[in-house]
């Protein structure tokens, strides 16, 4: 058993494996409305030995019992509600060169997707239309017009990546109104957003940074090695 995580915690993608995994499955066989449930909790602990730090996190399915008496969870996949208990809140950190409007709702976007997704995807929309504003310097009114504006300026993968996410269920429905009205959404589709706006924090605001910081340190040898030149080194 192995399968890639994102710690929380430190960032690091790394692998979970055998050792550093644990789970326990509780079924609850007491005629409720949904049937026999199933209380899955997991823990992981991060690999990177820098960090160890550990992350919980419990899941209710819908759960089955065979002839023999043996009960197991009808689908992974399709839970009927996920808690993250440790971090409370997934949101990653983010430097402090991105606008704090921006990151405060990407902030509250994280810590609500499952409490309201509704609130969650509309903060989320909110934070997309400040980082077209403030990065791209494109300010329309909707936001589906400044997505469409937007094509031409970004490369054909990231704006795949958001024409995907809002061709999704309601929030696509809804990107082509107003960003602060409020929409329907489930959890699944809010942290599709949450995702969607980490990549691209990540491909525009840091990879920009980065790319200066590059330039900036090439720039910095070519003049010292100039300067030496001159001196007659
Ligand atoms: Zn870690």
Redesign the pocket.
């Known amino acids: 058993m192995s399968f890639p995580f994102s710690?929380p915690?430190?960032q690091?993608d790394t692998t979970i494996t055998k050792s550093n995994y644990f789970d326990i499955i509780q079924y609850i066989d007491k005629d409720s409305k949904d049937g026999i449930l199933a209380l899955r909790t997991v823990l992981t602990t991060?690999p990177?030995p820098k960090?160890k730090?550990y992350t919980i996190m419990t899941f209710l399915l819908k759960a089955q019992r065979d002839a023999f008496g043996k009960y197991s969870i009808v689908n992974e996949e399709n839970y009927l509600e996920k808690w993250h208990l440790r971090p409370l809140s997934l949101a990653k950190k983010f430097p402090n060169y991105i606008p704090k409007q921006i990151i405060q709702d990407y902030n509250e976007a994280c810590a609500i997707i499952n409490l309201s997704p509704k609130a969650s995807a509309t903060l989320s929309r909110r934070c997309l239309q400040g980082m077209i504003r403030d990065f791209w310097k494109i300010s329309k009114g909707r936001l589906i017009d400044e997505i469409i504006e937007l094509e031409s300026k970004i490369d054909p993968i990231s704006w795949k990546a958001i024409d995907a996410v809002r061709k999704v269920g309601n929030i696509g429905a809804h990107m082509e109104k107003d960003i602060n009205q409020i929409i329907d959404v489930e959890p699944k589709e809010a942290e599709l957003l949450v995702q969607l706006i980490e990549i691209l924090l990540r491909g525009w605001y840091i990879s920009k940074h980065e790319q200066e910081m590059r330039l900036n340190s090439i720039i910095q040898i070519a003049d010292q090695k100039e300067s030496e030149k001159k001196n007659g080194k």
């Open positions: 710690c915690f430190c690091r991060c990177n960090c730090e």
